[in-house]
């Protein structure tokens, strides 16, 4: 779709944005879950508020058998976090051998567990006056509604929302339509809350719904103007228009701040049990070349060190606690070889992370560098962004040595770069062929002499160790800007038959199985929207194969 048509389409959107409507619904044929529950409705739990915990609780996997298929085995290991150990008999998604049943949950997750319930009780709220609780609901399905569209490309919504006979497809460019229209109304609502006249009882209603920002409607606010930002970058090569108009109206409004805490889920991060219990999990390479070769702190607060590590000749090639080591895509394993490499330092009970305030930050320090107005210059707003992400870790002393680049490390020469100038150089215990150089070179101090794709580069890759560790937001910005560079699938490992390039890496996931079994005609319509083939190597609407300015 050209621009001018998407803009036009956008317009009459917004005009339309008051008698957005969404009403009862099935949904597809292929989740059997929602078909034997229809309504997604638990008729014994009456009051509103305890009927909100469910959706809102699903935005994030609370389970580790849910996480491990939602991001784990895919988002996890293309955004270089997680690494998995265990190569499931030689078909799975770290040699881009894609394994179908590890590739269909991020799609079925949102339907069984959040829109299953939020199509139903968002027109509940609306009809009993409940507007406010109708707003988190929306925001929260918005929200999970990303990581899908995000992985896929076109995907069930509208459909769902309608009660649809034919449960069919979206276009990417109709959902973010969509979605952005979403947002801004569930703004409006909230706004209307907070300004208006409330009774103690509805306060209290909203405070027990509310298991994200403690009853305060102005944090919801924020939150959903940083996911508005969020969205208008990502779409900024597609529709750069829409795009700053989106993204300088969300700033306008409100977004996060380091004064507001992150946002986060009760325990539920369960890491740990994938790593322990299964041994199916470990650190990635790309993670922890970024963190030593930066000096950073927070490898030490995210990851632990390693256990006794033995070569291909079962010598020991690193004794126990010596160093932190991360596992790098695509290496030949069984199940055991690298099982000794770094686990995470998370608790079983962490909670699970939603949103970084300091994503916010970035957002706008790359909006700035686009020359549109963020409220700040992009070094301010660059430089702020570090402080916000060292106060969600429980800060960081030497924060303004870290900004300088005056941070000791021993991976590169002090006499030809300045500290902290990109990730350490990869080592593999286990196999040395596997090593690699360093590849993200770029220092963390802020160079107003750079070129703006340096800047870019820099921002990006702070970003990206900000958020960790959510991996949908990190993999999509690695795909749109090509940051940071991350340490490709070695040579000649690459299993995916030429549909994935090694270079670029992953793109998207297949649809799930299911839906070829049960809604064939529909998803082939899907896969006529995309841009190519359904695999992992067809690049999505708003990944253009283009340069970032």
Known sequence: MKRRKFLKEYGIILVAVCSLCIVNTSCTNSFEGINSDRSGVDPTVVDMASKLQQPLDNIIPPSEHRYQLWANLTSDIFAGYFMGVNDFGGSNNYNYQLRPSHCGTTYCDFYLNVIKYTKDYIPECKKNGFFELAAMLQIAQVYSLLPVVTTYGPVQYKCVKEQSESFYYDKEEDIYIALFAELKEAIQWLEDYKNGEKTTEQEATFLKADKLCKGDPSLWIRFANTLRLRIAMQLVKIVPELSKIEAEDAVR????????????????????????????????????????????????????????????????????????????????????????????????????????????????????????????????????????????????????????????????????????????????????????????????????????????????????????????????????????????????????????????QIRRLPYPEGEYNSNRMEVIKAVGMLKGEDNGGTRLWWDINKPNF
């Open 253 to 504: 409004s409100g977004v996060l701040t380091m004064n507001d805490s992150d946002l986060t889920l009760g325990g539920g991060f369960k890491i740990r049990l994938i790593e322990d219990l299964w041994n199916d999990s470990r650190a990635n390479a790309n993670i922890i070349c970024m963190l030593k070769g930066y000096g950073d702190p927070r490898l030490g607060k995210w990851f632990q060190k390693n256990e006794k590590i033995l070569n291909l000749d079962d010598e020991i090639a690193l004794d126990k606690n010596l160093d932190y080591v991360g596992v790098r895509q695509g290496v030949p394993m069984t199940r055991t070889e690298y099982q000794s490499y770094s686990k995470t330092s998370f608790a079983n009970n962490s909670s699970r992370l939603v949103m970084r305030s300091a994503e916010a930050y970035f957002l706008r320090a790359e909006g700035a560098l686009r020359g549109w107005e963020m409220k700040g210059t992009p070094r301010e707003l660059y430089n702020d962004g570090i402080r916000s992400a060292f106060n969600s870790v429980g800060g960081y002393p030497d924060v303004e040595m870290y900004i300088e680049g005056m941070i000791p490390t021993e991976d590169f020469d002090w006499d030809k770069f300045e500290g902290g100038f990109g990730s350490a150089p990869y080592v593999n215990y286990r196999n040395q062929k596997y090593n690699c150089e360093s590849l993200n070179r770029i220092s963390i101090k802020w160079h107003e002499e750079d070129t703006n794709e340096q800047k870019l580069q820099r921002i990006i890759t702070q970003k990206w160790i900000a958020v960790f560790p959510l991996s949908h937001v990190a993999w999509t910005e690695f795909r749109r800007t090509g940051y940071p560079k991350l340490l490709p699938i070695p040579d000649g490992l690459n299993k995916s038959n030429g549909k994935i390039d090694t270079d670029i």
